[in-house]
């Protein structure tokens, strides 16, 4: 590794970590629930206990009443589906729409070990690119956060199918996973296999977008790169109808997006790479939690 790069694994694992230690791994934690309850002891009953939980053969060879204690049996496999399409390579403000996915990613993952729960990670675009099978421990999401940031994101033509990281994600996850796939969702044709993946696992979409995607500035005549697919367009953005066109445009395709993925019951959190993802994040699985 680098020093360059293992400076930047060291500044995430810093700033994520921290995150999930002052805010987050309360909210994550009672969002995603165990297997179940599993037996841990049996001890004394002291007043106020459940009286429904009095253990009776115990009970009755001690001459004394003792309860059952249960624990929730946690060990959650997560799954990290990372889009590194080239789309992703696009950021008006400080940092492109990827930086804020791999900061994303790396909270998550801290949280999920928190947690003692399993996490792997998936990178895709329109193939799954790489895959790291989940694991417990800090090394193990300290390699997810190098290998996503150490990925090649050089080749400007790397199209995105979430169709392709949905049937991968259905096909490894055997027993009932969470999921989170972060991508901008510049895609369609993937609902039917959204909607199974949704309802065999506890899925969450987090749609990154850049501030200028919606709020298009006044620059002159700019010529124009689809990244996906390589074409080249001009846009005059003096023209005030013009970036009024294109900023109603994107606010649709953001809303219209939304309103499928309600229809479905997919939970979608929407970030701009100019708002506080933490706060957003914060605030989306404290209503989650209480929906659950």
């Given at each position: 590794?680098?020093?360059?790069?293992?400076?930047?694994?060291?500044?995430?694992?810093?700033?994520?970590?921290?995150?999930?230690?002052?805010?987050?791994?309360?909210?994550?934690?009672?969002?995603?629930?165990?297997?179940?309850?599993?037996?841990?002891?049996?001890?004394?009953?002291?007043?106020?206990?459940?009286?429904?939980?009095?253990?009776?053969?115990?009970?009755?060879?001690?001459?004394?009443?003792?309860?059952?204690?249960?624990?929730?049996?946690?060990?959650?496999?997560?799954?990290?589906?990372?889009?590194?399409?080239?789309?992703?390579?696009?950021?008006?403000?400080?940092?492109?729409?990827?930086?804020i996915g791999i900061e994303i990613a790396a909270m998550l993952?801290?949280?999920?070990?928190?947690?003692?729960?399993?996490?792997?990670?998936?990178?895709?675009?329109?193939?799954?690119?790489?895959?790291?099978?989940?694991?417990?421990?800090?090394?193990?999401?300290?390699?997810?956060?190098?290998?996503?940031?150490?990925?090649?994101?050089?080749?400007?033509?790397?199209?995105?199918?979430?169709?392709?990281?949905?049937?991968?994600?259905?096909?490894?996850?055997?027993?009932?996973?969470?999921?989170?796939?972060?991508?901008?969702?510049?895609?369609?044709?993937?609902?039917?296999?959204?909607?199974?993946?949704?309802?065999?696992?506890?899925?969450?979409?987090?749609?990154?977008?850049?501030?200028?995607?919606?709020?298009?500035?006044?620059?002159?005549?700019?010529?124009?790169?689809?990244?996906?697919?390589?074409?080249?367009?001009?846009?005059?953005?003096?023209?005030?109808?013009?970036?009024?066109?294109?900023?109603?445009?994107?606010?649709?395709?953001?809303?219209?997006?939304?309103?499928?993925?309600?229809?479905?019951?997919?939970?979608?959190?929407?970030?701009?790479?100019?708002?506080?993802?933490?706060?957003?994040?914060?605030?989306?699985?404290?209503?989650?939690?209480?929906?659950?």
């Amino acid at each position: 590794m680098s020093k360059d790069l293992l400076k930047k694994v060291r500044q995430i694992e810093i700033r994520t970590k921290n995150l999930v230690n002052d805010f987050f791994g309360g909210d994550y934690h009672s969002n995603f629930k165990g297997k179940g309850m599993t037996f841990s002891e049996v001890r004394e009953y002291s007043p106020g206990d459940d009286v429904r939980s009095i253990d009776w053969n115990v009970t009755a060879k001690t001459g004394k009443p003792h309860i059952k204690i249960f624990e929730e049996e946690r060990e959650l496999s997560v799954l990290l589906l990372v889009d590194v399409s080239s789309s992703g390579i696009f950021g008006s403000q400080n940092n492109l729409k990827i930086d804020i996915g791999i900061e994303i990613a790396a909270m998550l993952g801290f949280s999920a070990i928190k947690n003692n729960d399993k996490v792997g990670l998936a990178l895709f675009s329109d193939k799954i690119e790489k895959f790291i099978p989940p694991k417990k421990g800090k090394s193990h999401v300290l390699r997810l956060i190098t290998d996503l940031l150490n990925h090649n994101y050089d080749d400007k033509r790397k199209k995105t199918s979430i169709k392709t990281a949905i049937d991968f994600a259905n096909n490894i996850s055997k027993r009932k996973s969470v999921i989170f796939l972060i991508s901008d969702f510049i895609d369609d044709n993937f609902w039917n296999e959204l909607k199974f993946l949704n309802f065999k696992h506890d899925v969450v979409g987090i749609q990154i977008y850049d501030f200028f995607e919606k709020n298009f500035p006044n620059i002159g005549l700019v010529n124009m790169l689809d990244p996906e697919s390589g074409q080249t367009y001009w846009i005059d953005t003096s023209d005030r109808k013009s970036r009024l066109n294109f900023e109603r445009n994107s606010e649709k395709k953001l809303e219209t997006f939304s309103k499928k993925c309600k229809n479905i019951g997919f939970d979608l959190l929407q970030i701009s790479t100019k708002e506080d993802y933490v706060k957003l994040l914060m605030q989306f699985f404290k209503k989650r939690a209480k929906r659950s």
